[in-house]
């Protein structure tokens, strides 16, 4: 029995589309219908901009009648969460305080998408300002995780309807951003592959900030090639002049080297089963001719230290940007969303310096070990996603799952690395489970085709 479309990946609707096989008119119009059908309280698409969408379509109608289709995903429709700015559409940040915002133009990722095809469909969810790895949005509605049926619980964020889009057939593939795990937590929770880039990698250009330091951008869809295949696009990859999209043919694992510091921070008080889990998964890997080392990587603890000690640095960018805009209107904010951006007005210049100091030196330490031993491997997440009832009440319960749920990713960001996560099985709870495959920067093209390969091997 064939797939229906929002079963299938976005490289299958493309190949389909070029074959003739699919209109991009229809498949743009599934598409929107079931986000009609199935967001009716938009929690996963804050907006969808059909005027847009359906002029794309056309577009990509067109071009593929006359064999001049711009790139393998030309006529496949995906999201934007809703710091990526659209010519014309509201851009809010997911916060109510900037709900008036209209972008003045395309945002650099969307321009570079549209240029190759790609139809939106809208803008999806996500915690305000990009500052929570739960994903809950009490005041414009917190999207469900697409892979409990019977109990409500947090999708991950802070890219949270882009993970559901994805997940719940919305969208045949989503952009986050990804600045202390945002891409990597809801796709890991909704069953997704997810990769966060290296910083500076893709243009930010016309995307609301949360940390300019430390925000990259990047795809979540349902399997790894779908990811090269959005990665090589948001790159530039697809036009005059450009460079070829990640090469992921023959992807084995007799390339693959694996790092797995048992004994430090990434592996320990993992909830629910995840460790098991991620543990079969490295045993099938390894029985399938992948090289994997059990060791230490002392700097992530030691940078876990230092965050603890003299606190997350990006806080202090984060009130510096929207000071103004959330204090002017602070009761339309979470509370617990507020108090962590206010919290950025208790930094000093000497305990930032001091921070960034220690990260810079870490970082350098841990680049020589990847290159020397192979890419670090942990669950992306410490714990399940929990349900949503309560956590907007409960602010001891809050705070204590988002720390924890932000302790794996965030130390990526801060020590400059890129990862990518590919989910290997489910947890006690039913959930999906991901395996994280860190990397040095730079490592985003290796980073693929080495989950390429992962994948393959937990497929067969």
């Not at 991950?156 to 045949?172: D, I, K, N, R």
């Not at 790092?259 to 890997?285: E, F, M, Q, T």
């Not at 602070?330 to 951006?341: K, V």
């Amino acid at each position: 029995m064939s797939k229906e479309w929002h079963e299938q990946s976005a490289l299958e609707l493309g190949a389909g589309i070029g074959k003739g096989a699919i209109d991009p008119v229809e498949l743009t119009e599934h598409f929107l219908a079931r986000i009609a059908a199935h967001d009716p309280k938009h929690l996963t698409y804050l907006r969808t901009t059909p005027v847009r969408a359906r002029a794309e379509a056309l577009a990509a109608r067109k071009r593929a009648k006359e064999k001049l289709r711009l790139s393998p995903l030309d006529g496949v429709p995906i999201s934007w969460k809703d710091l990526f700015d659209t010519a014309g559409d509201v851009t809010s940040h997911g916060s109510l305080t900037l709900k008036e915002r209209v972008s003045p133009a395309d945002a650099a990722l969307v321009s570079r998408a549209t240029r190759a095809g790609l139809i939106c469909l809208g803008k999806t969810n996500q915690t305000e300002f990009a500052y929570s790895i739960l994903g809950l949005n009490p005041t414009l509605g917190t999207p469900p995780n697409a892979c409990d049926k019977k109990i409500d619980r947090v999708p991950g964020g802070s890219s949270s309807g882009a993970a559901t889009s994805v997940a719940g057939g919305l969208a045949a593939g989503a952009i986050g951003s990804d600045t202390g795990g945002s891409v990597r937590a809801p796709a890991s929770w909704n069953g997704l592959v997810g990769l966060k880039t290296t910083f500076g990698r893709l243009p930010l250009d016309g995307a609301l900030a949360l940390s300019p330091s430390l925000d990259s951008a990047g795809p979540l869809t349902r399997d790894v090639a779908d990811a090269a295949a959005l990665f090589a696009i948001l790159d530039g990859r697809f036009g005059i002049g450009s460079a070829q999209p990640p090469d992921l043919a023959g992807a084995s694992l007799g390339e693959v080297a694996l790092l797995k510091p048992s004994r430090g921070i990434l592996w320990s008080a993992l909830d629910d089963g995840i460790g098991a889990v991620v543990d079969g998964a490295l045993a099938k890997l390894a029985k399938a001719g992948a090289k994997l080392s059990d060791g230490e990587a002392p700097e992530f603890d030691a940078a876990h230290d230092a965050l603890v000690q003299y606190g997350p640095y990006h806080a202090a960018e984060a009130y510096a940007i929207w000071k103004d805009v959330i204090e002017a209107r602070p009761n339309l904010m979470f509370g617990p969303i507020l108090e962590r951006m206010r919290q950025g007005a208790t930094f000093n210049a000497a305990s930032v310096e001091t921070l960034k100091g220690i990260l810079a030196k870490l970082a350098l330490q841990l680049t020589a070990r990847i290159k020397a031993e192979g890419a670090i491997v942990a669950p992306t997440m410490a714990l399940s996603p929990p349900p949503i009832a309560g956590l907007d009440t409960d602010m001891d319960a809050y705070s204590t799952a988002n720390l924890k749920g932000l302790r794996n990713t965030r130390l990526v960001n801060f020590l400059g690395l890129s990862a990518i996560t590919v989910p290997v099985g489910t947890d006690r709870n039913g959930l999906p489970v991901g395996l994280s495959v860190i990397g040095a920067a730079g490592w985003d093209e290796r980073l693929l085709r080495m989950a390429k390969a992962i994948e393959n091997a937990l497929a067969a």
